[in-house]
C-alpha cells in the first residue's frame, strides 16, 4: 500500500541549478540591477518566449505583479475594481493597496465567474481583474467581449494557471495584463515571486519604473525606452523587484514547464475520475474551450449535512491527508466574508453555499498515480464511513 504523500511539499528545484547557486553565493550578485544580463532579466526574456508576448516584468510576487497592473492603468483614487468573490485574500488586497475599491462578483459552484452577476456590476465598474481562481478559468469570450464593450482594462490574475489554455490561447495573455505567482505551491516555485506580461509597451514602461528600476536602470529590461524617459522620474517607485537568487530558481525549473502541465493534469484527471464515482462527491468538468493545468483538486460535498462535513475533515486529516474546506475552515484567506478589510460588504449567496461545501486538496505534478490513487482513496473511504453510519 501506497503512504499518503505530503501533498504540501513543493515541487522540487532541479540539482543542475546548485553549481549556479553557489557561484550566485560566491559572487553575492543578487541584486538584479548589478551587472548586464541577470538571471531577471534572462528569465523576463525567456517568459516572455514560453507564454508569446512582447514583454514581462519579474517581480517579488504575484501580488505585487497585480498591484503594479492596476497602479498602471492610470485610474482615478477610488476607481471600482471587479473581482470574482472566489480568490485568495491578496487579490481583493492588490486593489486596496492601489488605493481603488474592491467590488466582488457571485461564483457558481463550477468555482468560476456567475456571468450573470458579472453583466450587472460591470456597469458600474472602471476595471475588471479576473482571478482564474485554483487555476478554473470563467468564459474569456464573455468576459474580454463585455470588457471591450464596456471600454474597460482586463487584468487576469493567473497565479494558478500557468500552462492553461482558452481556446487554445494562453491564459494570462488575452486580456491587458496577466500576472503570476512563483510561491511555493505553484507550478513554478522559487518560495515568493511573480511575474507581469503584457503586449502594451506604455503599460510596462510604467510597470517596470513602479516596480524600482530608478535612475536609468530601465535600460536593463524589454521595452521601448521613449517610453521608459516618458516615465522617469513621473512615478513613485515602490521596489517590488525580483532578487536574481528568485530569478535562477525559476529559469532552472522553465525548461521542466510542459512536464509539469502534463503530470499536473494526468494526475487530476485520474483524481476526479476516481472521486466522480462516489454519488456524495462533484468534480466539476473544465470547459470545452479549456485545457487546464492543475497543481490542485476542487470538489464539492453533496447531500452532506454540516456535521457530515466537519467529520469528513476530521477523519480525511486522521488519515493524513490534508482537504481544506474553504468555508469550514476558520479565518480561510479564501472566504470572503473574512476580508474584514474591504470598504464595502457583498451579499453572495451563490458563493458562500459554494465555499461552504468545496474542499481542496494539492496534487503536485510530482506525485505519482499511485499516490493519487491513495488520496482518492482515503477521500472515497471518508465518505463511505460518514454515509454508512460507521462514525456517527
Ligand atoms: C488566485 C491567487 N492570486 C494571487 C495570489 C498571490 O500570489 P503571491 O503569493 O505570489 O502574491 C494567490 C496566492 O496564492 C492566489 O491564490
Not at 476516481?274 to 470547459?287: A, D, Q, R, Y
Not at 449535512?305 to 486529516?317: G, R, V
Request: charged share 25%; proline share 5%; glycine share 4%.
Amino acid at each position: 500500500m501506497v503512504d499518503i504523500p505530503n501533498v504540501k511539499a513543493a515541487e522540487p528545484i532541479p540539482s543542475q541549478v546548485m553549481s549556479e547557486i553557489i557561484d550566485l553565493m560566491n559572487n553575492g550578485d543578487l541584486f538584479r540591477y548589478n551587472s548586464e544580463g541577470s538571471a531577471a532579466h534572462k528569465l523576463e526574456i525567456e517568459f516572455s518566449k514560453v507564454m508569446g508576448v512582447s514583454f514581462s516584468l519579474a517581480v517579488s510576487s504575484c501580488s505585487a505583479a497585480l498591484f503594479l497592473a492596476l497602479k498602471s492603468l492610470n485610474l482615478p483614487r477610488n476607481a471600482r475594481v471587479l473581482l470574482p468573490a472566489f480568490t485568495f485574500a491578496a487579490v481583493p488586497s492588490s486593489v486596496i493597496h492601489a488605493d481603488f475599491i474592491p467590488v466582488l462578483c457571485e461564483c457558481r459552484d463550477d468555482y468560476r465567474i456567475d456571468l450573470i452577476d458579472f453583466k450587472e456590476k460591470i456597469k458600474t465598474v472602471d476595471a475588471v481583474l479576473i482571478s482564474h481562481m485554483r487555476g478554473h478559468t470563467s468564459d474569456m469570450d464573455i468576459i474580454l467581449s463585455e470588457c471591450k464593450q464596456a471600454d474597460i482594462p482586463l487584468i487576469e490574475d493567473a497565479a494558478h494557471s500557468l500552462g492553461t489554455t482558452w481556446n487554445g490561447k494562453k491564459i494570462g495573455t488575452i486580456g491587458d495584463i496577466g500576472c503570476f505567482s512563483f510561491q511555493s505551491y505553484k507550478m513554478l516555485n522559487s518560495g515568493e515571486g511573480g511575474i507581469f506580461i503584457t503586449d502594451n509597451p506604455e503599460l510596462f514602461a510604467k510597470a517596470v519604473i513602479m516596480s524600482g528600476a530608478y535612475e536609468h536602470n530601465w535600460i536593463k529590461h524589454q521595452g521601448d525606452q521613449a517610453k521608459f524617459k516618458k516615465w522617469q522620474n513621473k512615478l513613485p517607485l515602490y521596489n517590488l523587484r525580483i532578487s536574481n537568487l528568485s530569478a535562477v530558481l525559476i529559469n532552472a525549473q522553465l525548461p521542466e514547464l510542459n512536464s509539469r502541465i502534463e503530470k499536473g493534469r494526468r494526475n487530476h484527471d485520474f483524481t476526479a475520475e476516481h472521486l466522480n464515482t462516489s454519488p456524495w462527491i462533484f468534480v466539476p468538468k473544465k470547459l470545452t474551450p479549456e485545457e487546464r493545468a492543475p497543481d490542485s483538486i476542487q470538489f464539492n460535498l453533496i447531500n452532506l449535512d454540516t456535521d457530515e462535513i466537519d467529520l469528513f475533515e476530521k477523519i480525511t486529516s486522521q488519515s493524513g491527508l490534508n482537504v481544506q474546506i474553504f468555508g469550514r475552515t476558520k479565518d480561510n484567506a479564501r472566504a470572503f466574508w473574512n476580508w474584514q478589510f474591504l470598504p464595502e460588504t457583498f451579499e453572495l449567496p451563490k458563493t458562500r453555499k459554494m465555499l461552504m461545501s468545496a474542499c481542496d486538496v494539492r496534487l503536485p505534478s510530482r506525485l505519482t498515480l499511485d499516490e493519487c490513487k491513495a488520496i482518492s482513496d482515503v477521500i472515497l473511504s471518508a465518505i463511505s464511513t460518514i454515509k454508512s453510519g460507521v462514525a456517527a
